[in-house]
């Protein structure tokens, strides 16, 4: 099955304790991405890749770091987390070869900062 | 810059109700347009999609026209279901770009 999965789906922590959330898909997609959903902000884009060791700035990078070593993992990466970064987080991936621009999401990760 | 503005919800409906969620947008050239949907705990989902103007993208019962002049990208469904209950989400695609642009998200309830 097609799919994008994300891990751990709910994660409580302490503000400065580095965590890393991973994100796996299986469709061979180039283009991966991290976006984060507050209330009434919808979906802003963290981070992306257009392919191995290719990463890019969203709209929101502050406090964040990736990685694309394999084509198929981008994990986020939070050295030191701050209350701020309590969000509903999600990665999503996509073949950029047709013309739409369709994105598979993950099911999301819960991150609380306390 | 480039952006989606979406009507605030929540939408409540009775089951059968005729459903429109307003969507335009801003941008430069010709986007590609989406709307996306969100079930309760779950990621996002391709709902429809059109990329030129005066493209109708149609999936399940909903409907959206592009349309250029008014920069419009309205969401329709003839009939509604209790099972449409989510959060519905606007979205574009700069013309030859990576990015993706949501809307903040209109949550649509649906009652029996």
């Known amino acids: 099955e097609a799919q994008v999965t994300q891990n751990p789906r709910y994660l409580i922590t302490v503000t400065g304790k580095k965590l890393t959330v991973t994100c796996s898909q299986n469709m061979n997609h180039e283009y991966m991405s991290w976006y984060r959903q507050d209330p009434g902000l919808g979906l802003r884009q963290i981070y992306y890749?257009?392919?191995?060791?290719?990463?890019d700035k969203g709209d929101v990078p502050e406090g964040y770091k990736v990685s694309r070593k394999e084509k198929r993992n981008f994990p986020l990466i939070l050295e030191s987390p701050s209350p701020n970064q309590t969000s509903l987080y999600f990665c999503?991936?996509?073949?950029?070869?047709?013309?739409?621009?369709?994105?598979?999401f993950g099911p999301g990760t819960r991150l609380t900062v306390t | 810059g480039d952006s989606v503005t979406q009507m605030e919800g929540p939408v409540t409906l009775s089951e059968e109700a005729f459903l429109t969620i307003n969507c335009t947008y801003t941008?430069?050239?010709?986007?590609?347009l989406f709307w996306y949907v969100q079930y309760p705990g779950e990621g996002l989902q391709l709902l429809l999609k059109a990329t030129k103007a005066d493209d109708k993208g149609s999936n399940k019962g909903f409907e959206a026209t592009y349309r250029k002049e008014t920069t419009s990208f309205h969401l329709e469904k003839g009939s509604v279901q209790v099972s449409d209950s989510a959060v519905y989400f606007c979205a574009l695609s700069p013309y030859n770009t990576d990015k993706l642009i949501f809307g903040t998200g209109t949550r649509l309830q649906v009652f029996p």
């Open positions: 941008a430069t050239g010709y986007p590609s």
């Open positions: 890749s257009m392919n191995v060791e290719v990463t």
């Open positions: 999503a991936s996509s073949s950029t070869s047709g013309p739409y621009y369709e994105q598979y």
